[in-house]
């Protein structure tokens, strides 16, 4: 792989990912973690949701359980991506596959579905529209705003 072309990765997969592509930690009512990790040819991406329900207060209770009541109720959504590097790169696409789910969501089977459907859109728009203007780090921050739509996902959920 040519040096620049490393270099970008190397930029793209620092722990300091979420700082480089602009997304910030805390959201109105929800925090995300993004953090890359290399592995040969691949770039494993995760992503951690944690959707903050308003909390109840049991007057009866010290402060310390009533915390302890509250994160239960906390919504928490790991999602694990592999992006995986042709040897060609950058001259065709990387493609995007949906790794790992874990969460205390109750309706799974509608998160496998949602996130399996942006991935596969994502995918076959790189297939489509690739360029080797488009950078690793642009790619996945480009990935990134498909997927960070919790509020939907959230709502969607619970109707």
């Known amino acids: 792989m040519h040096p620049t072309v490393q270099r970008r990765i190397d930029f793209a997969i620092t722990d300091k990912l979420q700082e480089n592509i602009g997304i910030p930690k805390d959201f109105k009512k929800y925090t995300t973690n993004v953090s890359g990790k290399p592995d040969s040819n691949k770039i494993v991406v995760e992503v951690e949701f944690c959707y903050k329900h308003d909390g ?5 209770l010290p402060p310390e359980i009533n915390n302890k009541i509250n994160d239960y109720l906390d919504d928490k959504l ?3 991506f592999v992006l995986n ?9 990387p493609t995007w596959i949906l790794s790992d ?3 205390t969501i109750s309706n799974y089977k509608l998160l496998i579905s949602y ?9 076959e ?12 780090d ?22």
């Open 56 to 60: 109840y207060y049991f007057e009866q």
């Open 78 to 80: 790991k999602l694990s």
């Open 85 to 93: 590097l042709p040897t060609d790169y950058p001259f065709n696409p």
């Open 101 to 103: 789910i874990s969460t």
């Open 115 to 123: 996130y399996s459907s942006k991935v596969i859109y994502h995918n």
């Open 125 to 136: 728009t790189l297939l489509k529209n690739w360029s080797p203007a488009i950078l690793i």
């Open 138 to 159: 642009k790619d996945i921050l480009l990935f990134m705003t498909k997927i960070l739509k919790f509020d939907d996902v959230i709502a969607n959920i619970y109707v």
